[in-house]
């Protein structure tokens, strides 16, 4: 079975110095906070082209954090968009803020720019845009949105470690940047583990008082904070990992190329990622279009690839507006036409770098033998 990511690969190849790094930590006392994180805090900082990087417990804590620091509260409204996994919007409920959600864009799959405005109101404090599957947002339009309108910018870049828009890296645009260390992320702990980006220096301060329980000094309490820090043993990994992401990157993208040469025969059936000019794709995950609006097809293509061989995943069959936990809000599915579509035909394929050539082409003819199975005639419901 091809897997959609596959995690020893890596390992194996750092295997040797991830052994002495996690016997160092082990041997040195210092378990969290210690001088690993003040090192990859500085490191990721400078790669990320940011003057501050906070290490903290999750890329879910991060968004909180990140709330927490911009005082976002009851009774505020934060814009953001429903084609995401639920930690965005959790962050906002969790802050006792409410999310409101716009379309997105169907070609990006990114915050559609345009709905913006309309959502805005007197209560708005924040747009927190995601950069899905490792492309980013619009992030032009989403600043002057605003400055225009005199709110933050919080980035949820879990997915996008490394991804540049207008040569810029994601996570240095807004006022604060959330990352993710999930071990199939990009950039992959071994375990939890997040980092907050910021150019604000009195943001930094309130970040690194709110991820110790609120406090400067130890015993002193200035607000309610949280227990969020990242350990020693995942910044050691981390920092083993960091100078070699943008190979990592750089893999994804070539396994991406394929794909999307591959796939262009069937293009009748299905449509690949696409990449607009002033940015680049990280490819966190390679996402198709199956031209389909009907989830049956979605699915039987889905089982046909899994009895070839492929795993694959749907990111996401239940965008946020539509989840249970979210009923409460009342958002009505036909204000997200463009979510309603994708829901429908997304599905993604085996990525991480240590893929292979062979594995590749596997992927490929699977998805040619499934789409024969599925859409037997060739011909396609749109
Ligand atoms: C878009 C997005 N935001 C936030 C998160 C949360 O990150 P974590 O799993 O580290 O809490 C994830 C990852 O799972 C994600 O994909």
Known sequence: MIPIFELTRQYTRFESEISKALTDVAASGYYILGPNVTAFEKEAAQYLGVKHAIGCASGTDALLLAMKALKISAGDEVITTPFTYIATSEAIVQANATPVFVDVDPDTFNL??????????????????????????NMDEIRALSKKHNLFVIEDCAQAIGA???????????????FSFFPT????????GGLLTTSDDTLADRLRMLRVHGSHTRYYHEESGLNSRLDEIQAAILRIKLPHLDEFNKTRQHIARQYTEKLARFSDLLTTPIIPEDRTHV?????????????TQRN?????LREEGVMSMLYYP???????TYQNLNYPASDYPVCEQLRHQVLSLPMFPELSDTEINMTVQAIEKSLA??????????
């Open 318 to 324: 239940i965008p946020l507006y539509d989840q249970k």
């Open 283 to 295: 490819f966190h995950q390679y996402t198709l279009r199956l031209n389909t609006t009907d989830s």
């Open 185 to 192: 992320k990009n950039l992959g702990a071994f375990g939890d």
């Open 112 to 137: 559609d720019v345009s709905a913006i405005e309309a959502r805005i109101t007197p209560k708005t404090k924040a747009i927190l845009p995601v950069h899905l599957y490792g492309l980013p947002a």
């Open 300 to 304: 039987a293509f889905q089982e046909a």
């Open 373 to 382: 199975a599925t859409f037997k005639t060739g011909a396609v419901s749109v």
């Open 164 to 178: 540049e828009y207008k040569g810029q890296k994601v996570g240095s645009f807004g006022d604060i940047g959330c």
